[in-house]
């Protein structure tokens, strides 16, 4: 629940947010559902699974996650989903790199 405590919180905001599908108290897979539905949440997603097959990667989509990071992760893996979901952020960087 601690994702989607976070989320309840008033004034938080999570440009993206990586949710591993195997947590303890509540699997990844409800906590998005909840995030989605009761939350009402609409910023990026990314599932963190060790089991990327076609199958699993159907189940967490369904469940509401925008894509999906295979383990183990890599760093360059991380910088990627970043440039996916959030452009933005990168071209805020790369603007500051220039100056």
Not at 53 to 76: H, Q, T, W
């Given at each position: 629940?601690?994702?989607?405590?976070?989320?309840?919180?008033?004034?938080?905001?999570?440009?993206?947010?990586?949710?591993?599908?195997?947590?303890?108290?509540?699997?990844?897979?409800?906590?998005?559902?909840?995030?989605?539905?009761?939350?009402?949440?609409?910023?990026?997603i990314?599932?963190?699974?060790?089991?990327?097959?076609?199958?699993?990667?159907?189940?967490?989509?369904?469940?509401?996650?925008?894509?999906?990071?295979?383990?183990?992760?890599?760093?360059?893996?991380?910088?990627m989903?970043?440039?996916?979901?959030?452009?933005?952020?990168?071209?805020?960087?790369?603007?500051?790199?220039?100056?």
């Amino acid at each position: 629940f601690d994702s989607v405590q976070a989320l309840q919180q008033k004034g938080e905001h999570y440009d993206l947010i990586f949710m591993d599908v195997q947590m303890p108290k509540v699997d990844g897979l409800s906590a998005t559902k909840m995030i989605r539905k009761d939350l009402n949440y609409k910023y990026p997603i990314v599932a963190l699974t060790a089991f990327a097959d076609e199958s699993n990667i159907k189940v967490c989509l369904e469940a509401g996650m925008d894509g999906f990071l295979s383990k183990p992760i890599k760093r360059e893996k991380i910088r990627m989903i970043i440039s996916e979901y959030c452009p933005e952020k990168n071209e805020n960087k790369d603007d500051a790199k220039s100056k």
